[in-house]
Each structure stands twice: as structure tokens, then as C-alpha cells.
Nanobody, 115 residues
Framework: QVQLVESGGGLVQPGGSLRLSCAASGSISSINAMGWYRQAPGKQRELVAIISSGGSTNYADSVKGRFTISRDNAKNTVYLQMTTVKPEDTAVYYC?????????WGQGTQVTVSS
């Protein structure tokens, strides 16, 4: 079993920055991909960014150049640095870990971009 605990959400003004963290524990496996997804009210959950255990990354077009995903394999932690945030970035952000056993999700953290 895998547990994911997110932190770092909150209220931020447009143009501001925020950093999300997600710590994984349990039967993680050294080979995995970790990522961030988000779900806004009335919308489907969508991929924001993903990073492999080797460091390869992929981003949604809507966040390219503004968000950066990174990970610390020694701490089993993935980060999402959000900059130049926009009101449309408002959503619940979920951490995901994918390995050979399946997909695991965190409980979600709310990010609200508003003045």
C-alpha cells in the first residue's frame, strides 16, 4: 500500500507563487512516476505535470513555462512550484504515484487564486 500526503495549498493572488509538496510512503518501488493533477468545480480531473523516477517531465500546455515539477527520490517527495498563477489555476490539486502495482492518490489540497 502507498500513502500520499500533500501540503502547501492555500490562497494566492494572481501573479503570485505557491509550492505544493507530496510525500509518499509505503510500498513505493524505486521505479515510478509521480505527478500532479487538478480538478476545478464542474470539470474533469486533468493532468498538470508528471515526472518519472529518472527525472523526465511532461506538462499540460496551460502550465508550461509557469509551473515546475521536481522530486527528491531520497525523500520520496514530489514538488510543484507554481509561478505567475492565474484565476483559472484554482482547483483541488491531487498528487499521484504510478508504479507496477497501480495508481495511488493523495487526499487533495485546495489552491485558490484570487485577489
Amino acid at each position: 500500500q502507498v500513502q500520499l500526503v500533500e501540503s502547501g495549498g492555500g490562497l494566492v493572488q494572481p501573479g503570485g507563487s505557491l509550492r505544493l509538496s507530496c510525500a509518499a510512503s509505503g510500498s513505493i518501488s524505486s521505479i515510478n512516476a509521480m505527478g500532479w493533477y487538478r480538478q476545478a468545480p464542474g470539470k474533469q480531473r486533468e493532468l498538470v505535470a508528471i515526472i518519472s523516477s529518472g527525472g523526465s517531465t511532461n506538462y499540460a500546455d496551460s502550465v508550461k513555462g509557469r509551473f515546475t515539477i521536481s522530486r527528491d527520490n531520497a525523500k520520496n517527495t514530489v514538488y510543484l512550484q507554481m509561478t505567475t498563477v492565474k484565476p483559472e489555476d484554482t482547483a483541488v490539486y491531487y498528487c499521484n504515484l504510478h508504479n507496477y502495482m497501480g495508481d495511488y492518490w493523495g487526499q487533495g489540497t485546495q489552491v485558490t487564486v484570487s485577489s
